[in-house]
């Protein structure tokens, strides 16, 4: 409930995605290993799927949900590509390690 | 609107996609190389042709639901798109062949990415918006990847995912704190309802999101991090795509978005993009300077001409018509230069094992591979902005609009910019033109097809920096038919 008595308001339902989503910013900075890498993605993208459903409620429309749902069709297309190219990684270098590829720099 | 007018505004995306769905059947009923590239060729050109009816019953621009708006300005971006993916499809024929061990799908992938890019240009609502860019987006991912033989693509592909996937999170987010604020996901509603201090605080916090995502998208500084690596790993062709398409699509997006909300009233945004806009001209030219490997080179030169490209967009708020009108001009512009040189890359590639990017490898390549190299001569001129290219042109219609818009500043930077970038291109043509060491590798079979396209894009270049004239018309009477 985002409306009415006793309910959450809006702004601490939005607070709560900012942390999630910083939560996944300093995973995706800290972590190597890239299967948390996407989760920490995943994470991301569902901080911001929180705040449209606790908007749309807020604001009486079914859009927030509607994008939820791109949301859902969007992340699990880029997961299906993501673990296409860790299946490449650990086939060809035996590891998860993101470092393990990174050789270009400058 | 009714519903033939908006049958034939659409009549590009359906092309597009039956002509998606036929290469895909094709390549599950029998693989052959060059069917699947004639399919792809034949949809290119039919999505090409189909402009010209809808464009008769366009008018004005119509809506197709809720949105997009379909009108002359997403005609002409669309044009350059489909064009840029044909060139790409043939440079990449010989390319591809000869590289890669499963062929076909990777026109399946340029055409997907073709059809999220021409959903850019029309989008009038954060959904269309996110659908374009995340079908590019996600394209893109595998044609990075590609190539299965070689270390570069995987690591560039992994780069790309990663950080193109925590720019889009971000983007999402923003949008997610606009909506929050606002109540409204379509462009033309997107403005703080509440007035309320708080409303007002997540409608600023949203867009830091949601134009930091942007600044990525177009590898702007500080969000640059990710250019030189994907540039030089991913196969030259596929980068010359990226580079053009992809950031085009995204620049357009972003144009429409600003025109259509009062995102640029609020003074704090605008400073924002302002500042991205000047580090980013200055950044890009100073880290040109010291790259020995030309796709990296022109990866930071590409971030420098993003930021160029910023003033159209600081521009476009308060005056759409010469905003748009530089755009398209520049973006044209840099789309054929910039195809032309990552086209080059690809055919002096040909026959050998990696990719002929070092400034090293061209050393003296003007007297080994005459019509490639000249037009890399062409290419770099005109990306350095000197006159009788197409480059000068574009860069005087930015100069001339940050003059319109009063943005001495940033103008400042462009001239200074300018004068930096001819630097390091003058070293490309140096390279090419001094004295060859060693044999002349005639024995080697030149991809024709390959040398063919770059070479009209390199004609292209020249033709259109000394007889601009049919062009700037045609661009004008556009922006007016859509009615700024």
Redesign the interface.
Known sequence: MIDGAGAIP??HV?WF??TL?LI??VG?LIRRN?IF?LLS?EL??N???V??I???A??D?A??Q??FM??LA?AA??VA??L??VV??SR?FKTLD?DA????T? | MNTQTTLLACLPYIVLSAGLLVVMLGVCIRRTHFVAWSLTMVTLLATLASHLPGYEALGGGTGVTMLFHVDGISYVFNVLFVLAAIFTAVIAYQYVDERFRFREEFYLLLLAATLGSLMLPSATH??SL??GL?IVS?SL??MV?YP?KV??P??????Y??LS??S???I??G???I??AS???EFSQVSPVSGSA?GDI?YL?GHAFFWSGIAFKLSLVPFHIWT??VY??APSIVTGFIATVSKGGVFVVVMRYVMESDVLSSEAITQAIFLIAAISMIVGNLLAL??KDLK?LLAYSSIAHMGYLVIALLLVATQPAIGFETAIVYLAGYFVMTLAAFGVITVISHRSDSEMASIDDINGLLWRRPIPAATLVVSALSLAGIPLTMGFIAKFYLFAAGIEGEMWTLVGLLVLGSAIGIFYYLRIIFAMTSKPEGQLDATQRESWTGIGAVAVLGVATLGLGIYPTPLVDLVQNLVRVSGF
């Open positions: 809006l702004e939005i995605a900012i989503f996944g910013v995706i890239v890498i993605l991301m993208m901080a911001a799927a705040v449209f606790a908007a749309g807020f604001h429309q859009d927030g509607v994008m791109f949301i969007l297309a880029e590509v993501a296409g190219l490449q990684l060809r993101i590829v990174s050789e270009m400058g | 954060f959904v996110l659908l995340e996600i991912y595998a990847a299965e270390r570069g995987l690591e560039a592909g992994l780069k995912m990663i996937g925590a889009t999170s971000a999402l987010f949008m997610a704190l909506y929050a109540g409204s996901m708080e997540f916090i030189p690596d030089q790993g010291q790259q990296r």
